[in-house]
């Protein structure tokens, strides 16, 4: 069983689109994320959620807006695409909350969603 | 965010160990070392993580300089497999209220059969 999981794997779209990305962990952990890796490579942070509720929010445009339904999952739809938001989008968890402490223990991330932009 | 500096890339030989070195010169007292890496086309992966001493698991050993400024990830015999992005990283205070995991460039390593 995959521990973290995310759909699509891959996504191609057109500028303007609204568009969505799933993920799902079977690991009953409390903290979910959703990282943006860049084609120079750079993984950022971009939204934390602890048992459902929104912990970490960081400089990102308000046509990102994740969803929470319940703590195993964490979705990600994004309105009105532009081209800089291609990229590999990771979404990952893990057992503690970054709110308590440094040592959230490991991160467990999925495959990766990589979104084209055309 | 305290910030790591990594070489860019570095090579080995299969079966050979490999010391991936991590300056962390303005690393504070609260701030964990951890180390991920990431294989072609996956997702990262932990590999280890500590704060003062020094971590021993099954993947690797972490070495941390008595001051925490720099510190070592040791790969003991590495394999093909092992070829990855190796990212030293900080769980740094953000200024809010939390801590987070901020990757860097990371280094490259290639391991030659």
């Known amino acids: 069983d995959t521990a973290v999981s995310q759909t699509p794997k891959y996504l191609v779209t057109q500028m303007g689109n609204d568009k969505s990305i799933k993920c799902e962990q079977n690991?009953?952990?409390?903290?979910m994320y959703w990282y943006k890796q860049d084609s120079k490579k750079f993984l950022k942070i971009m939204f934390s959620y602890n048992n459902k509720e929104l912990i970490i929010n960081e400089t990102v445009p308000n046509r990102f807006s994740p969803k929470s339904p319940d703590k195993a999952h964490l979705n990600l739809h994004i309105n009105s695409l532009e081209l800089g938001d291609s990229a590999v989008y990771f979404c990952?968890?893990?057992?503690?909350?970054?709110?308590?402490?440094?040592?959230?223990?490991?991160?467990?991330f999925g495959e990766g969603s990589r979104l084209t932009v055309l | 965010d305290a910030k790591t500096t990594q070489p860019n890339s570095m090579e080995s030989n299969e079966e050979e160990p490999v010391h991936l070195p991590c300056n962390h010169s303005t690393i504070s007292g609260t701030d964990y070392i951890h180390w991920y890496r990431q294989l072609p086309s996956q997702g990262p992966e932990y590999v280890i993580h500590?704060?003062?001493s020094n971590v021993n698991n099954r993947m690797a050993s972490l070495a941390i300089a008595e001051d925490r400024k720099s510190s070592t990830l040791i790969l003991h015999r590495a394999t093909l497999r092992d070829a990855a992005v190796y990212y030293c990283?900080?769980?740094?205070?953000?200024?809010?209220?939390?801590?987070?995991?901020?990757f860097g460039k990371g280094t490259l390593l290639t391991v030659n059969p």
């Open positions: 690991l009953g952990h409390d903290t």
């Open positions: 990283i900080l769980s740094g205070f953000s200024g809010g209220s939390n801590y987070k995991l901020t």
């Open positions: 990952a968890s893990s057992q503690d909350s970054p709110l308590r402490r440094a040592d959230t223990g490991e991160l467990f």
């Open positions: 500590g704060l003062t």
